[in-house]
Nanobody
Framework: QVQLVESGGGLVQTGGSLRLSCAASGNIISINAMGWYRQAPGKQRELVATVSSGGITNYGDSMKGRFTISRDNDKNTVYLQMNSPEPEDTAVYYC?????????WGQGTQVTVSS
């Protein structure tokens, strides 16, 4: 089993910055992908960004140039740097890890952006 624990969510003002962290533990293999998704009230869950264990990144269209995903393989931790977020970025942000065709999810962390 794999456990994911997110941290760093909270309230941020437009023009500010926030960094989310997600630490994975348990039965983790070296080849995997980690990422962030988000879900706003009344909307479907959408891709924020993913990063492979080799460092290949993929971003949702509206996140490109504003958010940066990174990871520390030694710590099995993925980060999401959110710069100049907008109120539209308010959502619950979920961390996930994909390995060996299995997808694991964290509990989510609330991010609220005020104008």
């Amino acid at each position: 089993q794999v456990q994911l624990v997110e941290s760093g969510g909270g309230l941020v003002q437009t023009g500010g910055s926030l960094r989310l962290s997600c630490a994975a533990s348990g039965n983790i293999i070296s080849i995997n992908a980690m990422g962030w998704y988000r879900q706003a009230p009344g909307k479907q869950r959408e891709l924020v960004a993913t990063v492979s264990s080799g460092g290949i990144t993929n971003y949702g269209d509206s996140m490109k140039g504003r958010f940066t995903i990174s990871r520390d393989n030694d710590k099995n931790t993925v980060y999401l740097q959110m710069n100049s977020p907008e109120p539209e970025d308010t959502a619950v942000y979920y961390c996930n890890l994909r390995q060996q065709r299995t997808l694991y999810w964290g509990q989510g962390t609330q991010v609220t952006v005020s104008s």
